[in-house]
């Protein structure tokens, strides 16, 4: 069955430095999304993209946050300057053009030191 | 409450037995769907319900949807241990939006 797929599985960074997170979506989907999941709290939606550009984002998406479809597999999110509060599990996902459905890859745990 | 809170937050029972969870969300919604994450691990898409359904079933899953309440049900029958897990829904609202909202889920552990 086809799967998002994520890498690193985790990331160890310290503050200030860029960093990039990958991400395979499902090959026939063509929407993307990146949320985050804070230790202990709720996962919270970041971006969504669609046809080669942003078609949707939360307050937290700001400056330092960009994605981008560099092939056409993959799917990055990268974060341009860390900061301690950045750290969290970062799941991407993707559905259909047709559907809601969103499903989503095993996560990168992100550690900001 | 926020959008997409469920309860319990926590729920407790033994195998064989039915797991329902609830959840609430407060703006109109086009769907709702129920995620599971097993600790530290991806979110498992369960099952999608549309906001003009009111009844759904996967399987041992069943889901039921109240616009009227703004709330939904997962109802998990004959549960096995390896439905441990925390159980997540997520709406999206409407218009052409697709972020989802999540709940802060409901933690369940089936005992053998």
């Known amino acids: 069955e086809p799967e998002v797929t994520q890498t690193p599985s985790h990331q160890v960074t310290q503050m200030g430095q860029e960093v990039i997170l990958r991400c395979v979506p499902i090959s026939n989907h063509l929407y993307f999304y990146w949320y985050r999941q804070i230790l202990g709290q709720k996962v919270e939606f970041l971006v969504s993209f669609y046809n080669n550009e942003i078609s949707e984002k939360s307050e937290i998406f700001d400056d330092q946050f960009s994605v981008e479809r560099p092939d056409g597999s993959n799917f990055t999110l990268k974060i341009r300057s860390t900061k301690l509060e950045d750290s969290a599990m970062y799941f991407c996902?993707?559905?259909?053009?047709?559907?809601?459905?969103?499903?989503f890859g095993p996560g990168t745990r992100l550690t900001v030191l | 409450s926020q959008q997409g809170e469920e309860d319990p937050q926590a729920l407790s029972i033994q195998e064989g037995e039915n797991a329902t969870m609830n959840c609430s969300y407060k703006t109109s919604i086009n769907n709702l769907q129920w995620y599971r994450q097993n600790s530290g691990r991806g979110l498992v898409h369960l099952i999608l319900?549309?906001?003009?359904?009111r009844e759904k079933h996967s399987g041992r899953l069943r889901v039921t949807l109240d616009t009227s309440k703004k709330s939904s049900s997962l109802l998990i029958t004959a549960s096995r241990a390896a439905d441990t897990a925390s159980y997540f829904c997520?709406?999206?609202?409407?218009?052409?939006?697709?972020?989802?909202?999540f709940g802060s889920g409901t933690r369940l552990q089936v005992q053998p």
């Open positions: 997520a709406t999206d609202a409407i218009g052409g939006r697709r972020a989802l909202t």
């Open positions: 996902a993707s559905s259909e053009e047709t559907s809601r459905e969103q499903f």
């Open positions: 319900i549309r906001s003009n359904e």
